[in-house]
């Protein structure tokens, strides 16, 4: 069957939509569906300015028109219909929100809340983040996929943990379910106090490790290796990183810590979606 005119605008539309993905994600459900996802970058996108251009934060100051045509070109390049694409009202949070088919998908209905779980066909999960961890899973064989925001905060909190105990309350496996650590403030750029570093022993001792000194009271952090410790804490142990810096003005891709660097009254927020689709494009 030859394409049609709207078939070619709509894949040149959404072939500039550029976003990261990890092969452990790239499967299909035992039923033979197909999990897609996507850690989305700040190329392909509507607005201007400092939030040029896929900003997806509706947190952010940005016109709110245009965020929402950004997230609806985010959910259509993946497959998804753009009211299908579950969000949340992210707060450094332990909290993780289940969504089936009765769920509210508008941006009013948004949970409070730091993680998603689904095991609905055609329903996306996103979280957003801009430094922060952002973490997509899957368990094939159980037909779930899970999205985690992970600041330090929520990971000393527990977000990690509270994501891995829905996916296994679901029905997942430990063995089953892959993790991928998308881009996030990698260690060189992110220098915490000492204040920080106590507060992440105190719960977390094993993480000494992660601290390296520089001067007085000051340390490099590595948050994504926080991230993949707690995963594996959890028994998760098919945890991919890809090592993907969000600081530096090369990166392509959203960073509070380089805005505030920059006087910048604001920054965008970069998406990462997954979820199943009932089908998958030939």
Not at 165 to 175: E, L, N, P, R
Request: overall charge neutral.
């Amino acid at each position: 069957m030859s394409k049609t005119k709207s078939d070619i605008k709509f894949e040149a539309e959404f072939a500039a939509i550029p976003s990261l993905q990890h092969p452990a994600l790239r499967n299909a459900t035992d039923s033979g569906l197909q999990i897609r996802h996507g850690f989305f970058t700040a190329k392909g996108g509507v607005s201007t300015g400092i939030y040029k251009s896929l900003n997806c934060g509706f947190g952010s100051q940005d016109d709110r028109v245009l965020i929402t045509e950004n997230r609806r070109r985010v959910a259509a390049s993946l497959g998804f219909k753009p009211d299908r694409m579950f969000g949340l009202r992210q707060t450094h949070s332990s909290d993780c929100v289940f969504i089936d088919a009765a769920s509210n998908s508008s941006t009013a209905a948004r949970p409070v809340a730091d993680a998603l779980v689904t095991g609905t066909t055609n329903h996306a999960i996103s979280i957003l983040t801009a430094d922060c961890v952002p973490v997509l899973l899957a368990a094939p064989s159980a037909g779930l996929v899970g999205a985690a925001h992970a600041g330090w905060r929520g990971a000393v909190s527990g977000i990690l943990a509270a994501t891995v105990a829905v996916m296994i309350d679901k029905g997942a496996t430990y063995q089953n379910i892959e993790a991928v650590i998308g881009p996030a403030i990698q260690k060189k750029n992110y220098e915490v106090g000492e204040d920080l570093r106590s507060l992440v022993l105190n719960t977390h001792p094993d993480a000494e490790v992660l601290f390296f000194p520089r001067g007085k009271d000051k340390y490099l952090f590595d948050l994504p290796g926080f991230v993949e410790m707690l995963l594996h804490a959890e028994g998760i142990h098919r945890v991919h990183n890809l090592n993907i810096d969000t600081y530096g003005e090369s990166s392509g891709l959203f960073s509070h810590r380089q805005a505030s660097h920059a006087s910048s009254p604001d920054s965008g927020r970069q998406i990462s979606v997954i979820g199943i689709l009932s089908h998958a494009d030939s």
